[in-house]
T-cell receptor, first 116, second 112 residues
Framework: AQSVTQLGSHVSVSEGALVLLRCNYSSSVPPYLFWYVQYPNQGLQLLLKYTTGATLVKGINGFEAEFKKSETSFHLTKPSAHMSDAAEYFC??????????????FGSGTQLTVLP | DAGVTQSPTHLIKTRGQQVTLRCSPK?????VSWYQQALGQGPQFIFQYYEEEERQRGNFPDRFSGHQFPNYSSELNVNALLLGDSALYLC???????????FGSGTRLTVV
């Protein structure tokens, strides 16, 4: 079984400041990890994903995340926040094992507010 | 290229009624999953369909059922609606051997 914990249900940053959204996972087998963003009244948009290979993953809109197996973490960062980054962010995990439906297990989300 | 299309976008039903939600996957995708997202929470996996069969199911009662058609589109049916079924229902599609999911904008179901 797998699970995801997102630390901080609400995060506020000033425009231009560093964005750091935390995600820790629990998985009995090597995981694939994802970050999704959800704007009000919309579905989920994929920001980035880690499958195999390089542990530092770059995504859309200037976001990146680093897979740290020893810390079971996959934190999302962006060097400089924009007002348009205000949204809900979800970390998700799925299992690599064959035969799995590969369903996503989501964290409870972090609401990012960007202050002018 | 159209992404995942869900209908309707909003729906209001009364307790005890039945509802059907529809999903058309992204072109080229053959696997469809349904998720329930209650207010203020992350999406919860309901079930997944591939080759017109339910392949895996999350922790949801039998009141939740689904179907996949030969053109890969899918329906989610919920019987005997409860107030707690009020949520955003998301459909996600992917190619069978790939981990990249594409999500629709969802159907907002309100049970009164």
């Amino acid at each position: 079984a797998q699970s995801v914990t997102q630390l901080g249900s609400h995060v506020s940053v000033s425009e231009g400041a560093l964005v750091l959204l935390r995600c820790n996972y629990s998985s009995s087998v090597p995981p694939y990890l994802f970050w999704y963003v959800q704007y009000p009244n919309q579905g989920l948009q994929l920001l980035l994903k880690y499958t195999t290979g390089a542990t530092l993953v770059k995504g859309i809109n200037g976001f990146e995340a680093e897979f740290k197996k020893s810390e079971t973490s996959f934190h999302l960062t962006k060097p400089s926040a924009h007002m348009s980054d205000a949204a809900e962010y979800f970390c998700a995990v799925t299992l690599i094992s064959s035969g799995s439906a590969r369903q996503l297990t989501f964290g409870s989300g972090t609401q990012l507010t960007v202050l002018p | 290229d159209a992404g995942v299309t869900q209908s309707p976008t909003h729906l209001i039903k009364t307790r005890g009624q039945q509802v059907t939600l529809r999903c058309s996957p992204k072109s080229g995708h053959d696997t469809v999953s349904w998720y329930q997202q209650a207010l203020g929470q992350g999406p919860q996996f309901i079930f997944q369909y591939y080759e017109e069969e339910e392949r895996q199911r999350g922790n949801f009662p039998d009141r939740f059922s689904g179907h996949q058609f030969p053109n890969y589109s899918s329906e989610l049916n919920v019987n005997a609606l409860l107030l707690g079924d009020s949520a955003l229902y998301l459909c996600a599609s992917r190619v069978a051997d790939f981990y990249g999911y594409t999500f629709g904008s969802g159907t907002r179901l309100t049970v009164v």
